[in-house]
């Protein structure tokens, strides 16, 4: 039997705050199991569990995945359905990864499972309890983890959210991580709490690992121990705008539980993998919840306060190494190493020495560094430094943020050492947001050079600052979506209305954001004794309306006014403003955009409401608002406000074809599970691509915003180069609001070396889309093998031609 969602909805004002799990709350049994007492003393009552008491998995409650091997990450395992990989016995649900080697091929192949509750016990804030005993050795990673149920309604990882209550990477079976997953410009930021145990490992005994998440607050625990507090994170939008917090943990989650081989984070299994200890055993999982939570919680931004420079204005410190300090701790400068490296550095003489016993197996695996380093953005700053090494050799100099998924502030420079000391210079403008934490890097590890083992000496590094920019806000452009309106969707910034001014508001309407079931939509509610404004009172600059705007029946319209200003239409351009709106009875509102003014009918039914105008000739770059008039009684519902450039006949529809304005109006995409790097310059995009991935989307370039009318033909065109014989798709589609819904496209066979000029044509069929996609696939196509190599771009085109 399918249980029924289980849903919490935000009311009242206050917010909750979590507490901190007491140790009296546990106790332990004979074997040194660790179990919770009740939890209604902290206002929570059970809602959902499984103990697993049967001989089987109860399908009410789990799904099972199925996924072929490398689907993410780069993981070795199939994920199957089958009991030899995923089932009950003794009380515990039991996760068995296995090894098979073919007698005859000599390959070797791995099985486990992977299991959910998607669909069918879907989360939204509670406390997530799992008792469980963990796997250990090479390659194994046990988890037990939260995505969201509705991944699109922020968009694809890492926009929509992770929450990792437990993770283990199996040759470190003392340690476990937890870690929250979200983004704030597109790349993955994360929180994480550790905990590590003072003696033995978690495959010794059962555990408990928990996560208490309200809206505003996510702690974690492992056997009520606190071992993270989060109350700051961020989810963002293609293009521009921040989705309104506690986005994007405000949405439900689903469990899984899965144990992977291999794969990017722990490495794959080796010779001393233990097979028959790799097994997850989980005794409980438990699911509370309170009464209700408040969802009526503001993102509170702490003050980022910079250090001060030294009096010489260096931001290094003990930048000519007087301070013989120690290199084991981060204080200062230390030394870090892994994946392989085996260093020693030492500060004496007003040099540091780092020696090396071995390079490892990447360029990080051997770190002389120092963080803490204050950058504002906008500064322009300059770092020197001297050094040498034993013999010649490279080493790799990195500047970066490891709080914002270890942005790179400077781009990787390759420092060509020889065994004289040179004075290394480099300038560069923080064009990120600013950072107290930023990191020095002189990374030491596997270099293509000679001598990888050279020691290298360094000395009077310095990081000062040169000048600041004027970091005025930017103005508004077109979205990478074709829209000219920001937060047309209300789901951004304070109250759900950033970019939005209340301008006008005579008769105390009630103006808000809806947000029920994850709908949001502006409300204006007009209450039925309208107030008159008295013959004194006088509209503000921002209430006035022109002329044109003022309609013959706009008076009392007028009387609420919700605009967006700044807008970058440009004089003389057609568009068109469309619009869904509702209201509780039929009534007419009123839009003006750039001096021009509509008049809406609405119905109790949602409409979807065109109005196609050009902007006057004497229009200045950035004035254009665009006002709704809602004065008049009653309840009005207003959502998918977009203005895009109309496409007549014969005009081209993308922007930026030849990648003249580098990437602007682009969207580039790659898959955590692909590898590629691209750049737009002298008049074409080229990705070079390392991995392509697993399938043909992992690797992909988006213009999104093209109007596709029904019942129209278009032209398309691409000029393409690859390095090597490959395929690459060519798609016209919908974007999320239209269910990525297919409406032309082909695969394109390109032969190495040898350009390509794609001419085809394509006649929308289905309904007209005012925001379709462009799309350009080049991962993995179908079953063959996709080579790497680099791929051009240019000339790329779309045209209505009748």
Not at 538 to 551: D, G, H, N, R
Not at 633 to 644: A, F, L, S
Not at 662 to 691: L, Q
Not at 720 to 727: E, I
């Amino acid at each position: 039997m399918r249980i029924k969602k289980i849903r919490l909805l935000a009311i009242a004002a206050a917010i909750l705050v979590a507490a901190i799990v007491p140790a009296e709350y546990f106790i332990t049994d004979v074997q040194g199991r660790t179990t919770e007492k009740a939890a209604d003393s902290k206002g929570y009552s059970l809602v959902w569990s499984d103990d697993f008491s049967g001989n089987t998995l109860d399908a009410s409650k789990w799904n099972y995945e199925l996924h072929e091997p490398g689907w993410v990450n780069n993981e070795l395992q199939s994920y199957t359905d089958s009991s030899d990989n995923v089932y009950v016995k003794d009380g515990n649900l039991v996760i068995q990864p296995i090894k098979t080697e073919n007698a005859v091929t000599g390959n070797t192949t791995y099985t486990s499972g992977r299991i959910n509750t998607r669909n069918k016990a879907d989360f939204k804030y509670g406390k997530i309890e799992v008792k469980a005993k963990l796997p250990k050795g090479q390659g194994i990673w046990p988890a037990i983890w939260m995505m969201p149920a509705r991944e699109e309604l922020y968009g694809g990882w890492p926009k929509c959210g992770e929450l990792d209550i437990m993770e283990l990477l199996g040759n470190d079976p003392a340690k476990v991580y937890q870690t929250l997953h979200y983004s704030k410009t597109g790349n993955d930021v994360q929180s994480q709490g550790t905990e590590i145990l003072s003696s033995g490992d978690f495959s010794d005994a059962y555990h408990v690992f928990s996560m208490e998440w309200e809206p505003g607050k996510i702690c974690f625990y492992v056997d009520g121990k606190l071992t993270k507090t989060e109350t700051k994170w961020y989810t963002s939008t293609d293009g521009v705008g921040t989705i309104t917090y506690p986005a994007p943990f405000d949405q439900e989650f689903y469990m899984i539980l899965n144990v992977a081989v291999g794969g990017n984070w722990p490495g794959n299994p080796d010779a001393a993998t233990d097979f028959s200890k790799a097994k997850m055993l989980v005794d409980y999982v438990k699911v509370y919840q309170k009464p209700s939570y408040d969802e009526n919680v503001v993102l509170k931004e702490a003050a980022v306060t910079l250090r001060e420079p030294d009096a010489d204005g260096n931001y290094i410190i003990n930048s000519d190494f007087s301070n013989a300090e120690a290199t084991d701790d981060t204080d200062g400068w230390f030394l870090k190493t892994q994946s392989g490296g085996d260093a020693a550095a030492s500060i004496a003489e007003h040099v540091m020495t780092v020696s090396l016993k071995s390079e490892g197996t990447v360029d990080y695996a051997v770190q002389a560094m120092q963080a803490g380093i204050p950058l504002s953005k906008g500064g322009k700053y300059q770092l020197t430094f001297e050094a040498k090494a034993d013999a010649d050799r490279a080493m790799l100099l990195r500047l970066d943020g490891p709080d914002l998924n270890y942005t790179k502030y400077i781009e990787d420079q390759t420092v060509n050492l020889t065994t004289n000391y040179q004075t290394y210079t480099y300038d560069f403008t923080m064009n990120a947001d600013t950072d107290e934490n930023s990191r020095l890097e002189f990374n030491l590890g596997a270099q293509k050079s000679g001598n990888p083992t050279a020691a290298v000496q360094l000395k009077h590094v310095r990081l000062v600052k040169t000048g600041q920019l004027d970091v005025a806000k930017p103005v508004k452009t077109s979205l990478p979506n074709g829209n000219y309106v920001y937060n047309g969707t209300f789901d951004q910034g304070a109250n759900r209305l950033e970019y939005w001014k209340i301008s006008a508001n005579k008769v105390n309407a009630a103006i808000t954001v809806t947000n029920t079931d994850y709908v949001r939509k502006l409300k204006v509610q007009v209450p039925a004794a309208s107030k008159k404004p008295s013959t004194s009172e006088k509209p503000s600059t921002s209430e006035k309306l022109s002329a044109s705007e003022k309609l013959s029946t706009s008076e009392q319209q007028g009387d609420v006014i919700v605009e967006q200003s700044g807008l970058a239409l440009k004089a003389g351009e057609s568009y068109v403003l469309t619009f869904d709106a509702r209201a509780g009875k039929a009534k007419e509102i009123q839009a003006a955009v750039a001096g021009k003014p509509f008049t809406a009918k609405l119905s109790a039914q949602t409409k979807h409401f065109k109005f196609k105008f050009t902007a006057a000739s004497g229009l200045k770059a950035n004035t254009a608002a665009l006002k709704f008039l809602l004065g008049k009684e009653g309840t009005v519902y207003i959502d998918n406000v977009r203005i895009e450039k109309v496409t007549l006949s014969g005009k081209e529809m993308v922007q930026n074809g030849s990648f003249t304005e580098g990437m602007k109006d682009w969207s580039p995409y790659v898959d955590s599970s692909a590898a590629a790097a691209y750049t737009a310059e002298n008049g074409r995009i080229t990705f070079n691509i390392t991995n392509p991935g697993s399938q043909n989307w992992h690797i992909q370039l988006k213009q999104s915003g093209l109007f596709f009318e029904k019942g129209k033909t278009y032209q398309v065109k691409a000029v393409f180069k690859s390095g090597a014989d490959r395929k690459v798709e060519l798609t016209l589609m919908g974007n999320i609001s239209k269910n990525y819904a297919y409406y032309g496209g082909e695969s394109i066979v390109l032969t190495a070396e040898k350009e390509y000029n794609y001419t085809g044509t394509f006649t929308m069929n289905g309904d007209s889309d005012t925001s379709g996609d462009l799309v350009f696939s080049f991962g993995k196509t179908g079953g063959t093998e996709t080579p790497a190599g680099t791929v051009e771009l240019t000339g790329v085109s779309v045209i209505e031609i009748k």
